[in-house]
């Protein structure tokens, strides 16, 4: 028997570069020559000027092919209102935020950094350092949030204040010799997208047509809404281990893997499927889920990555990026620093006419009536039903939800705050002089679902506010206590501060930051009922399973 063949490949062959990129400055890059070979002399403070200017980008603009699907959503006949005004209310937030003030997000994420060095590029100098330097000047000069916490002792944590560490990982790569390069991907990564990353271990009985859909029907509706849809979905199939599956789905759902092979080969390289691409992606438009309440447009678009697999294993990875798409890519070569040229006009996207696209009723809800009243006025309406609330809302998370815990386990009785007004789980980033707020959207409703039973039993509660669904426990208490749920919608953080929220003061916890208790005034917030006192949850009929028509591939 002969020795088999000598293949490589590099695992992810991400092939031609076609991105649009701009120049950031030609200072700190210069190349010299010796032993006959070029070497391209990047400067530390190169790295720290272009981290810093693509976080502030990602943080305020889009690529315009996102922008792009947002428009597709309005203009489809067969969107739903609802989906129409998800996407509008995205569109309007971006134009809010390239203003450069207020971000798109209130979660302005973690710093992901990842850098390929080909073998002629020096820096002299320890390169994560200076791009966490970059991380550093941008969160603390910016409006953007600090959300990393150092952990001080196993159960204990401090925020570090400075949205430090980073995630940077470097690699070498190869290069053309005479064009030494080194090159970027930069992404802010927000709690709710990140924890909609999953890995599930498989079996060979999972590669085949029939079972691999019904595997991804499961799997992709429990994503549920919490990560800000529209969603680019990634799925992976395979892996040499278990985080490289998880860390190409990552990359995928940031369209870095755009340009793979579309064919697999016998040196086992990674490709994209885009038949089956095309089938997982009118799979989610059947869900009936929508841009967050109800429609047809849960994704933007899907990629499936094949990758070779050890024999005994078969990881399947699901990521996604939320419609706050913060990802860039740049590269620093001989001549000068570049960076993805992001979308800085984004009004073109936005339709003349809005009132015709949305249509519908919407119901107003006073806030500054007495709880009772609130509750009887939302029991009219059923389930998807579009609200606009006017008046004063509490705003408390997982931190101050942990501490009246403990109040109400000593015995203490439920604050008045709770009481008397509805609760929005959210948390704002820094508030730019002359503003009301700061970037001040919702955040994922699920991580308060253990106290809402008791919240509720001990009077407080009643209305809550965030994105995303919510567990089973959720809905029994609203039915046993009387309780409501609404759906704010994931993303726009920079139009409900702008528009939106016209004060804020601290009621309690200051110390927190941005986890204390805040009393804002709204007007005209925009929101959904989810889960009503009757025992409906809106999002109850989209996780089942639906039979699935699947054409065999030849």
């Given at each position: 028997?002969?020795?088999?063949?000598f293949?490589?490949?590099d695992?992810?062959?991400?092939?031609?570069?076609d991105?649009?990129?701009?120049?950031?400055t030609?200072e700190?890059v210069?190349?010299f020559?010796?032993?006959g070979?070029?070497f391209?002399q990047?400067?530390?403070?190169?790295?720290?000027?272009l981290t810093?200017?693509a976080m502030?980008?990602?943080?305020?603009?889009?690529?315009?092919a996102?922008?792009?699907?947002?428009?597709?959503i309005?203009?489809?006949?067969?969107?739903?209102g609802?989906?129409?005004?998800?996407a509008?209310?995205?569109?309007k937030?971006?134009n809010i935020?390239?203003?450069?003030i207020?971000?798109?997000c209130?979660?302005t994420?973690?710093?992901?950094?990842m850098?390929?060095?080909s073998?002629?590029?020096?820096?002299?100098?320890?390169d994560?350092e200076?791009?966490?330097?970059?991380v550093?000047?941008?969160?603390?000069?910016?409006?953007?949030r600090?959300?990393?916490?150092?952990?001080i002792?196993?159960?204990?944590?401090?925020n570090?204040?400075?949205n430090l560490?980073?995630?940077?990982?470097?690699y070498?790569?190869?290069g053309?010799?005479?064009?030494?390069?080194?090159?970027?991907?930069?992404?802010?990564?927000?709690?709710?997208?990140?924890?909609?990353?999953?890995?599930?271990?498989?079996?060979k009985?999972v590669?085949?047509?029939?079972?691999?859909?019904?595997f991804?029907d499961?799997?992709?509706?429990?994503?549920?809404?919490a990560?800000?849809?529209?969603?680019?979905?990634?799925v992976?199939?395979?892996?040499?281990?278990?985080?490289f599956a998880?860390?190409?789905?990552?990359?995928?759902?940031a369209?870095?893997?755009?340009?793979?092979p579309?064919e697999?080969?016998?040196?086992?390289?990674?490709?994209?499927?885009?038949?089956l691409?095309?089938?997982?992606?009118?799979l989610?438009?059947?869900f009936?889920?929508?841009?967050q309440?109800?429609?047809?447009?849960f994704?933007?678009?899907?990629?499936?990555?094949r990758l070779?697999?050890?024999?005994?294993?078969?990881?399947?990875?699901?990521?996604?990026?939320?419609?706050?798409?913060?990802q860039?890519?740049?590269?620093?070569?001989?001549?000068g620093?570049?960076?993805?040229?992001?979308?800085?006009?984004p009004?073109?996207?936005?339709?003349?006419q809005?009132d015709?696209?949305?249509?519908g009723?919407?119901?107003?809800?006073?806030?500054?009536?007495?709880m009772?009243?609130?509750?009887?006025?939302?029991s009219?309406?059923?389930?998807?039903t579009?609200?606009?609330?006017?008046?004063p809302?509490?705003?408390?998370r997982?931190?101050?939800?942990a501490?009246?815990?403990?109040r109400?386990?000593?015995?203490e009785?439920?604050p008045e705050?709770?009481?008397d007004?509805?609760?929005?789980?959210?948390?704002?980033?820094?508030?730019?002089?002359?503003?009301?707020?700061?970037?001040?959207?919702?955040?994922?409703?699920?991580?308060?679902d253990?106290y809402?039973?008791q919240?509720?039993?001990?009077?407080?509660?009643?209305?809550?506010?965030?994105?995303?669904?919510?567990?089973?426990?959720?809905?029994r208490?609203?039915?046993?206590?009387?309780?409501?749920?609404l759906g704010?919608?994931?993303?726009?953080?920079a139009?409900?501060?702008?528009?939106?929220?016209?004060?804020?003061e601290?009621?309690?916890?200051?110390e927190?930051?941005?986890?204390?208790?805040?009393?804002i005034e709204?007007?005209?917030f925009p929101?959904?009922i989810?889960?009503?006192?009757?025992?409906?949850?809106?999002?109850?009929e989209?996780?089942?399973?639906?039979?699935l028509t699947?054409r065999?591939?030849?």
């Open positions: 028997m002969s020795a088999p063949d293949l490589y490949s695992l992810l062959p991400i092939g031609a570069d991105t649009p990129y701009r120049l950031v030609t700190g210069s190349t020559t010796t032993g070979r070029t391209l990047v400067e530390p403070e190169a790295l720290r000027l810093a200017e502030h980008d990602i943080s305020h603009y889009l690529r315009p996102h922008l792009a699907q947002l428009r597709r309005i203009d489809d006949p067969e969107s739903s609802n989906d129409r005004f998800v509008l209310d995205l569109l937030n971006v935020s390239a203003g450069g207020l971000p798109m209130q979660d994420g973690t710093a992901i950094v850098g390929k060095k073998e002629g590029v020096l820096t002299g100098a320890d994560a200076w791009i966490s330097r970059g550093f000047d941008a969160y603390t000069k910016l409006n953007l600090y959300s990393q916490l150092a952990p002792t196993m159960w204990d944590e401090k570090t204040g400075n560490p980073a995630q940077v990982e470097l070498s790569a190869p053309d010799p005479a064009h030494p390069a080194y090159k970027f991907l930069f992404m802010a990564k927000g709690g709710g997208s990140a924890n909609k990353s999953f890995l599930y271990q498989e079996t009985a590669l085949n047509p029939v079972r691999m859909l019904e991804l499961e799997k992709i509706r429990s994503l549920g809404t990560a800000c849809p529209p969603y680019h979905l990634a992976v199939i395979g892996g040499t281990s278990a985080e998880l860390k190409t789905a990552k990359y995928a759902s369209h870095y893997l755009d340009n793979l579309t697999g080969s016998m040196a086992a390289h990674g490709f994209r499927d885009l038949e691409e095309e089938e997982v992606f009118k989610t438009q059947s009936g889920i929508g841009a309440f109800g429609g047809k447009y994704c933007h678009d899907v990629r499936v990555i070779p697999r050890h024999g005994a294993s078969c990881p399947v990875a699901l990521a996604v990026s939320c419609s706050a798409d913060r860039a890519l740049a590269k620093i070569t001989a001549e620093v570049f960076l993805e040229q992001l979308e800085r006009e009004a073109q996207y936005l339709p003349e809005t015709e696209i949305l249509g009723d919407v119901v107003r809800v006073d806030l500054n009536r007495p009772s009243e609130i509750r009887a006025e939302l009219k309406y059923p389930v998807k579009r609200l606009a609330l006017t008046g809302l509490v705003v408390a997982d931190i101050a939800h501490k009246i815990k403990e109400l386990d000593a015995g009785p439920m705050y709770l009481r007004m509805a609760v929005y789980y959210a948390g704002p980033a820094k508030t730019p002089e002359g503003y009301a707020s700061g970037s001040f959207g919702p955040t994922t409703a699920g991580r308060m253990s809402v039973d919240f509720q039993a001990a009077g407080g509660s009643f209305v809550m506010l965030a994105k995303g669904n919510r567990s089973a426990q959720v809905t208490a609203c039915k046993e206590h009387g309780g409501f749920y704010s919608i994931g993303g726009p953080a139009r409900l501060a702008l528009d939106c929220i016209k004060s804020v601290v009621l309690e916890y200051q927190l930051g941005m986890e204390a208790v805040w009393k709204v007007e005209d929101a959904f989810v889960v009503d006192d009757k025992g409906n949850d809106f999002f109850a989209t996780q089942k399973p639906i039979a699947v065999t591939r030849s």
